[in-house]
């Protein structure tokens, strides 16, 4: 069993957590988040915080409270303060613009690739940088990645789409005899 599942999760000021037998809700300041409780898995709320307990001996249940605690800490300071995300385009011509509620991409291929923003990200333009802002820290980093995959930076140059921060390890060319 994990060891932040054994004692109960704080609940920070402005923050309300209410669960039932399936889903756990968590709402603050910049909105709600809920989420489906696995049936193994209990999760009560009581005033010293938030317990959660494998309902039986598996090693699935055992697993899936830690899974849950580390779920419900992001859920609540996701709330109270947005998670950020920053991508970097990184090639000559490379470019992407905001239209409405999807992101253009123009990345070297024959015909620019649109991505519609998903309900709950944030998204800002300026230059080659894009960055991202969210209250749900899962559907953040799967939009991030999707945005990512678009055109992965490759290893000889660098071109392509990573994060900031992101070390990209390069390769040597080709050498002349």
Wanted: no cysteine; net charge positive; aromatic share 6%.
């Amino acid at each position: 069993m994990s060891r932040f599942a054994k004692k109960p999760i704080a609940i920070p000021a402005k923050v309300e957590v209410s669960a039932d037998v399936q889903t756990l809700s968590v709402k603050g300041p910049l909105g709600t988040l809920t989420r489906t409780i696995h049936p193994t898995v209990a999760i009560t709320v009581g005033a010293e915080g938030v317990s959660i307990a494998a309902k039986n001996n598996s090693k699935l249940a055992k697993a899936l409270t830690g899974t849950y605690a580390a779920h419900l800490k992001n859920m609540m300071s996701g709330v109270a303060t947005p998670f950020k995300k920053a991508l970097i385009l990184e090639g000559v011509g490379y470019r992407v613009e905001l239209k409405g509620k999807e992101l253009v991409f123009a990345v070297g291929f024959s015909h620019p690739v649109a991505l519609p923003i998903p309900e709950g990200v944030i998204a800002a333009v300026e230059k080659n940088t894009i960055r991202l802002e969210s209250t749900d820290k899962d559907l953040l980093g799967q939009f991030a990645a999707v945005v990512r995959g678009i055109k992965p930076p490759e290893p000889y140059l660098g071109k392509g789409i990573r994060y900031e921060g992101e070390v990209i390890r390069r390769k040597q060319g080709k050498k002349s005899v």
